[in-house]
């Protein structure tokens, strides 16, 4: 007991000081969060404990958020929106990976080559043809118009690809034996050893939305469909700064997807190293 | 397994995910594409064909050439750097210590916080008014330091935010891949006495191929792509420095209603990636 | 792996879905079909036609009472507000009006894109679309800026102007005089008092808008200087020109040499004023509320302008426009003529507070007694400013090519840059890029 802890001291030390690093610029938000708007930058210069300690506590900022400024609506329509996306894009992305790795057709490599070019242009270069054909399919101003052209994501497709690559062969092989067919070979035999790229993939989808708003805000225009990030930058106007504000949507924005991340790290451990299934 | 049967499984996983992508994404790309060989006339309000005139004026524009200069220089940077750090905090969260997974989270919150949440407070941080950086260092002793506001730093000060936002979130997709390395096989090596370099370049690295190649490609385009850091902190400045391709498209596009300067930009960029991820494809094959 | 040779006729398989699915794409690009397009025109069902109006979301609270005001009058008629923020909402209006959207019908049209949204052929005229008269109804600096080719393309909705803001207590604690708020100090005074000023953590002056055109505009009009020759083709030898260079001189210096004014960026300005660490701020009169809610012992004067030259305030303004592509034009222009002429435009000013263009409305506020006392004193001397010193911004269809590469020089010298340098390289760029407009100069 005392050994082990000994050999981990210099892990832990070296994960305190990683974790310092990342979360102090966000000490500052979250301190200034709790402080009225006029005295967060009193305090940012010279550097002193005042800096990162509110002298005065308000829940003004969050109050306003959810009273005001309808920031309840706000997150929900993102978790529907991002849980649209999870949902659907896992089951398009995994399919797709699935036939590219076990199916044997003419042209996969050109056509996965274009699978992987889908996520080399930047959305801006697409947002005036994308637009326009969303336009002409009835979709601006509904949640289809932002969740469905971005249910298929070549990225999603690449990362179960090089999961599925791993896989050994032979369990594919002794299904198909038994006369499973391709539909049960994916759900029940593929799709069960795969958990850790799906908790991945979904992290992957759901930041993408998460952090989506060029798209969301060009494609709606009703308050109905509001997203976070579009909602985010609304503290930011012509004449200064909502700081505050700002800083309490950034902290809720931050901590949310933490919450969800922590339940799902044990399949992070469950991969099928741990199944024994892997020599 | 030899029958007409096997269209019908194929079409049906891959129909799906092939519609969506050539739909919403393919065809605006290739919409965008030949867009770069068209120019807007103000006069009537149409688009004219251009042939290569657009790639022509860009290749004798100055601008064009420092965009490119600075663009492969922060990706020669940026790339490797985040690929190794993301690795070796990978290895570190895959740690077997209690509390592993509240540091795990840890790594993910820059992850979730937005690019202009989170460049508002880099820059607040790195402000050369007092910030907090700066004090940190006048604590030590050593002088303050310009960083956006210098056209020698503010690269660097984009590549280090950018770094924060990122490598945790790239890290994440390792850790996953890590866990299909045996524990066995970790243990029993650093048993046996084989360096600990031994075994990450021996038994670690090779059965850890697969989520390199999609984080050295993911993180390579999403570098490339890169441009809102440098739209809100330096608009491409101090004196040119921070203007990467992308950025110059974007206000080619939005600023100088030049759609097809902007779009011959991303063709570029299009083909740079391109050359990038093949040859990591290559090398991570290679290397066995 | 599965080898199969009938796996081979997957490329015929999948050739014509990839075919099918381009064409589809390639006919949604097209001309739109009449089924495709069926946004549901609520016209048909309940009497009423329904308009799209892209605004920015900062005055989401006046337009909202303004439109419901409309709503009343016109029944048949019911506004959609689509709201974008500030840094977005020309980004989104161009992606959908380079679309050739029917989606927007009435837009914001921010002043120096006036003309570059004419020559792109998005802005219907509005001559015979709004009141003959409407002209004489505003002020002749925001007509000029809304016509193009003689036409009437927007209407001005709001204005703004300048005016120097000081911290009371901050000019106490050195024990130097007030400005008197009716007597324009130079800029040559106002960096002798900035001096004073600085010290122990506060810079003397700052703008609000810091290196950004808008602001920086007004230093090189105080010394004549032209930045753009006449058919808004050329920038070089205007906007580099020997006085150009000292204008911006001297605002390097307020940072470089002088020291006076903080290395910030404009998002952080108004808060180092409102929290003491700057005594002198040069901003719009629309920060007056938010310094007022501060608590801050106040007062203001008037723009400085350089010694013996020419007084020269800044003005901008949001203007409306009604979308060329839009099948509502006519709906959509009497919302635009509701807002900038009629009751809508005294709600938008009462309930934005912003300063009106409109002539009858900055007359009440010369003589309307609200705004003897201050703090409310500031928009009678915007009012009067915008009347009487306010100039615009260089005519040319590419003010955001010009604007976008002359913000970037300004931050430069603003970080140590050699003024001539870096105004020398701007202009190169600016006039490379100003040459696609030389089949549409400016008349």
Redesign the interface.
Known sequence: MIRSLRSSLPVYIIHLALALIVLLPLAFALVSSFRP??????YM??VTWKTFWPSELTWEAYQSLFTERGFGRTLLNTFFVGFSAVVGGLLLGSMAAFAFV??????KSA?FLLVLLTFMIPFEVI???L???V????W?DTYAGIIVPGLANGLVVFLFRQFFLELP?SLIESARMDGASWGRVYARVVMPLCKPVTVSASLLIFIQQWESF?WP??AT???EYKVIQ?AL??F??????Y?NEMFAAAILSVIIPVVLLIPLQRYYVQGIANTGSKE | ????K??GP??LF??PA??GL??FK??PI??GILQSLY?????T?GQSFVGFQNYITLFQ?P?FWNSLKVTLLFNIIINPLQVVLAFLLALLLNARIKRIAWFRSIHFVPVAISVPTAC?LW??ML????GVVNSILAAFGLPEQ?FL??STQALGSIIAIASWKGVGYWALFLLAGLQEVPASLMEASSLDGAGRWRQLIHIIYPMMKRPLTFIVVSITTANFLLFSPMYILT??????STNVLMLESF?S???????GRSSAIVVILLMLTLTAVAVQFKWLKASH | ???????????T??AP??IT??V???C??GN??PS????PESASATGKQEI?FAA???YEKPLTEAINAFEEQNPEIKV?????????L???I???L??K?K?VDALFVDSPLVM?YS???YLAPLDELIDGDAKQKWTPAAVESVTYNSQLVAAPMNSSSQVLYYNKELFAKNGIPLPDENTRMTWEEVVELAKKLTGD?VYGFSFEQISKAYQMLALSDSLGVKMISEDGLTATGYSNSPEAAQAFQFYGDLFNQDQVS????K??S???F????VAMYLA?N??MP?IR???MDFGVTLHPYFAGKQIATPTGAWNLGVSQFSEKKEAAAKLVEFLTLGEGAQIIFEVGGTLPPQVELLDAIATDPKYEAFPDSILRIAAKESLETAVSRPMT??Y??WE?NM??AF??I??G?EPQK?LDQAVS?ID??LK??K??AAK
Do not use: C, H
């Open positions: 708007l006029d005295e967060i930058y009193k210069s010279p076990y199916f044997e057709f003419r042209g056509l947002s005036i043809p637009y326009s054909l336009n002409q399919l009835g601006i062969y060029m805000l060009i225009r009703s308050k579009v930058s609304d930011i106007t012509e004449y200064g700064t700081w | 397994m030899r029958s007409k096997m269209l194929l079409l891959l129909l092939l519609t050539f739909l393919l065809y290739g919409n120019t807007t006339s103000f006069l309000g524009d601008v508002m820059n607040i402000s050369p008014e007092q310009p506001g210098s608009k491409g400045g101090p004196e040119n206000n596009a939005f600023l100088y209603s030049d759609l | 792996m599965i080898k199969n040779q009938t796996m081979r006729k997957l490329g398989w999948l879905l990839l699915s381009t589809l794409a390639g949604a690009s739109p079909t495709a397009n069926g946004q799209t920015y979301s900062n959609k507000l689509d709201l974008a923020p500030f840094d977005q020309m980004e989104t161009e992606i959908k380079s679309a959207s989606d570059n020559v792109k052929g953590n903080p290395k910030i960026k998002e952080e108004l808060d180092y409102t929290s003491g660490k719009t629309q920060n938010k809610d501060s608590g269809p590419g955001l090519e976008s913000n970037k931050d430069d603003k970080n840059a870096a760029i490379n890029q696609k407009y089949d549409v």
